[in-house]
């Protein structure tokens, strides 16, 4: 894969010459790390606060030299600059879109640019994962203990009767954070009789909370069940992934009568290749409402958001890629899948079918990508990066842990 970025003559990185980068960097991946495990706590102190993150992440981003800058995530944010620039020109396709906020679109579209240092920037930490650094394996280990104290801060405030402790409706930062490392520390784990328990008490409730949880935590246990078929059931799971936005957007209506949240979402695929279609495959760009008022079922109205909310115009499409196809057309996600495409490419080529974890990785990454806004919020954009960081390095390096 073709990365930018300076580099020594025994490819190591080469950093800005202080005395200990370490010291500079360690603090900084950790507000980055506070930030995306409490995300839904300090989300309402709003910009400053998300700046500040940038800013942390931009320096990290220079210490390092740029080195994992990818090719195709700067031909990603280029494109999105380009729409971003024709979007505050003008409302791009009125016809399609009846909502248009300028303001809105620095929200809309700030992750493609973003995306393109904070990939490397978590591929960096990665690296000195891999490469089993005292300071950087304590520092996931205490990001480990801080997920667990923001998932029970943020389920226990929330109050909500009968939602496990550990529940993951939804793959947010913090719990693929979580699952991430109790997967790649598995061995450790099982090692002792009282590891296995520990294991299995965080695990249990995981698998209890949601079907999107049970997928991720369960679908670690099918590979490792399957053996030599693990690549073919990983490239199944993919291609069925992928094509659940098309066939589910046929049948919106029939779908929320069994379950509403899937039925939603099959409302919001069906929108997103009916506009796109209408703007002639460009994209909507920014700073336009994705979908309608209502939704009409059954003959009654059913109201996702009310338009008079801050949020209706920030409403995702629920797939990372077809949040990219609706805002940036076939440009944008042309270039996303190209890069997504030799990513896991190149991965599942060089690596042996017994790396267990990294086809977990693999499924992960597609499943948040094809059901979640997993790059257009934050909730959601620090654990997918995490994930994008693993493959990167791993195709680098070649090492699978």
């Known amino acids: 894969m073709f990365t930018l970025g300076a580099k020594s003559q025994d490819d190591e990185p080469r950093v800005i010459g202080f005395p200990s980068v370490d010291l500079i960097l360690l603090p900084l991946y950790s507000a980055i790390f506070v930030y995306a ?19 942390s992440i931009l320096s990290i981003f220079i210490l390092i030299r740029g080195r994992y800058m990818n090719l195709w995530l ?9 729409f971003v620039v024709l979007s505050y020109s003008v409302d791009l396709y009125t016809g399609v879109t009846a909502m248009y906020i300028p303001a809105a679109i620095p929200q809309q579209s700030a992750y493609a640019f973003v995306l393109v240092i904070t990939v490397p920037v978590f591929s960096y930490f990665i690296e000195q994962l891999q490469a089993e650094r005292r300071a950087y394996v304590l520092l996931e280990r205490g990001l480990f203990l801080l997920c667990i104290i923001a998932i029970l801060w943020t389920e226990l405030a929330s109050s909500r009767p009968g939602v496990p402790v550990f ?13 991430f490392i109790l997967y790649r520390n598995l061995s450790e784990f099982l090692r002792t ?7 299995g008490a965080l695990l249990v409730p995981v698998i209890a909370a949601s079907l ?3 997928l991720v935590a369960a679908y670690y246990m099918v590979l490792a ?18 094509l659940v936005p098309f066939v589910l957007s046929q049948f919106g209506d029939e779908i929320y009568r069994i379950d509403a949240n899937t039925g939603v979402r099959a409302w919001i695929w069906e929108i997103v290749f009916d506009r796109v279609a209408q703007t002639n495959f460009v994209g909507v760009g920014f700073g336009t409402e994705l979908v309608p008022p209502y939704f009409l079922v059954d003959g009654s109205q059913f109201v996702l958001r009310a338009t008079s909310s801050d949020s209706f115009v920030h409403i995702g499409a629920h797939n990372a890629i077809l949040d990219t196809y609706y805002r940036m057309g076939l ?8 890069y997504l495409g030799r990513l896991i490419g190149t991965f599942l080529g060089r690596h042996h079918w017994r790396d267990l974890f990294g086809y977990w990785v693999v499924f992960t990454l597609v499943l948040t990508l094809s059901v979640n806004v997993a790059l257009v919020s934050y909730n959601f954009f620090f654990g997918t990066c995490l ?13 699978t842990r």
Not at 74 to 82: G, S, T
Not at 193 to 199: D, L, N, R
């Open 37 to 55: 495990a409490f995300f839904s706590i300090l989300r309402p102190l709003g910009t400053p606060l998300l700046l500040a993150v940038m800013f």
């Open 74 to 82: 700067l031909f990603y944010a280029a494109i999105a600059a380009v």
């Open 167 to 179: 529940a993951i409706g939804t793959l947010t930062n913090v719990h693929v954070f979580v699952l």
């Open 193 to 199: 009789s009282t590891g296995v328990w520990v294991f």
């Open 212 to 214: 999107q949880s049970l």
């Open 225 to 242: 069940g399957v053996g030599r078929l693990r690549i073919v059931v990983v490239l199944s799971s993919i291609a069925l992934l992928l």
């Open 331 to 338: 440009a944008g996600v042309g270039i996303i899948l190209l």
């Open 387 to 399: 994930l994008l960081a693993w493959l990167t390095v791993s195709n680098r390096t070649g090492t």
